[in-house]
T-cell receptor, first 114, second 115 residues
Framework: DAGVIQSPRHEVTEMGQEVTLRCKPI?????LFWYRQTMMRGLELLIY????????DSGMPEDRFSAKMPNASFSTLKIQPSEPRDSAVYFC????????????FGSGTRLTVV | KNQVEQSPQSLIILEGKNCTLQ??????????LRWYKQDTGRGPVSLTI?????NTKSNGRYTATLDADTKQSSLHITASQLSDSASYIC??????????????FGKGTKLSVIP
């Protein structure tokens, strides 16, 4: 198993541009989570899906952020328009069943907005 | 508000020495507590997961303890190696409903092991 796969690993973009981050969860995992990590705030949950359905998006900072999961093997996190304060490392994680087991993180996407 | 507090914020130790990292939490109702290791530029990787009834769990040179009464956990690293240099994150799971859980993350302890 290749684990949770995220792309790209690094993204540098100009303020105002659209950014799309991608995630492929572990096959068979029915929960998918998007996190943001900064030095100041640590890891913060943005949104999570169960069986491709968004369950809790209360962590999404503002309307500029959106996430989709069109099928069990793919999810995207989109920021439009991007701002410098969005610069962070974004992690995707997936897990089994209730979300309490087999929790695995991807390697993250480091986003820099200039 | 549920919180997970870790100490120290950072730590430098000599290779071969032991160290202990602390985690205090206020999360309730408690489901489990996890310790993750995060290498620079990588995602967190699970070291241990402990439920309410477990006091101690080991994973090689890593030993985690849990006192559910005082809501404290520690991660002890024995005979440290250079490869132990990483951030160690304490994560507490709260049961929020039937089959649903919420994780609360600590901000981590950054450990540097020097030769």
């Amino acid at each position: 198993d290749a684990g949770v796969i995220q792309s790209p690993r690094h993204e540098v973009t100009e303020m105002g541009q659209e950014v799309t981050l991608r995630c492929k969860p572990i096959s068979g995992h029915d929960y998918l989570f998007w996190y943001r990590q900064t030095m100041m705030r640590g890891l913060e949950l943005l949104i999570y899906f169960n069986n491709n359905v968004p369950i809790d998006d209360s962590g999404m900072p503002e309307d500029r952020f959106s996430a989709k999961m069109p099928n069990a093997s793919f999810s995207t996190l989109k920021i439009q328009p991007s701002e410098p304060r969005d610069s962070a490392v974004y992690f995707c994680a997936s897990s089994l069943l209730t979300g309490n087991y087999g929790y695995t993180f991807g390697s993250g996407t480091r986003l820099t907005v200039v | 508000k549920n919180q997970v507090e870790q100490s120290p914020q950072s730590l430098i130790i000599l290779e071969g020495k032991n160290c202990t990292l602390q985690c205090n939490y206020t999360v309730s109702p408690f489901s489990n507590l996890r310790w993750y290791k995060q290498d620079t530029g990588r995602g967190p990787v699970s070291l241990t997961i402990m439920t309410f009834s477990e006091n101690t769990k080991s994973n090689g040179r890593y030993t985690a303890t849990l006192d559910a009464d005082t809501k404290q956990s520690s991660l002890h690293i024995t005979a440290s190696q250079l490869s132990d240099s990483a951030s160690y994150i304490c994560v507490v799971s709260e049961r929020t409903g039937a089959g649903s859980y919420q994780l609360t993350f600590g901000k981590g302890t950054k450990l540097s092991v020097i030769p």
